[in-house]
């Protein structure tokens, strides 16, 4: 499998990017314009599968960097930041919610989000932070 490492790679930050801007772009929809197209089962569907993309490319380049959470401190911090980045983004598209809320938590998602981008691509649980640490 280690041969296959820049295509595995390739799909994760492909399927990262997709998922991003998508959860972005229903987020502004529904705080914008109310859309409730934002939450009929093709999107849904299509979220599930890229999601889904998402979490195999990156259990299989665990496999292939032999990186582990909770064994590599820096993936560690991905992964617990992406399980509250999972909480907060779905408290951000439900509707039922108050706006004030679901404001207050796509910022914090999507700031999250990126936050985690800065921990992957420096390898660092400071992520982007470290650079002002150094």
């Known amino acids: ?3 296959f490492y820049t295509q595995i790679r ?5 399927a990262v990017t997709v998922s991003g801007v998508l959860f972005v772009v229903r987020w502004l929809m529904l705080n914008t314009a109310g859309a409730a197209w934002i939450r009929a089962l093709p999107l849904r569907i299509a979220s599930w599968i890229i999601d889904t993309t998402l ?3 990156a259990l299989m380049l665990t496999t292939v960097v032999r990186q ?4 590599d401190t820096w993936l560690t911090a ?3 930041l992406l399980v509250l980045y999972i909480a907060l983004g779905a408290m951000a598209l439900k509707a039922e919610r108050p706006r004030k809320v679901r404001l207050a938590t796509g910022v914090v998602a999507i ?3 990126v936050f985690i981008v ?3 691509r420096t390898r660092n649980p400071a992520g982007g932070l470290a650079l002002f640490w150094s």
């Open 1 to 3: 499998m280690e041969e």
């Open 10 to 14: 390739a799909v994760h930050i492909g």
């Open 55 to 57: 979490l195999t490319a």
């Open 68 to 71: 582990y959470p909770f064994a």
């Open 78 to 80: 991905k992964v617990l």
């Open 111 to 113: 700031c999250l989000f």
């Open 118 to 120: 800065t921990i992957a």
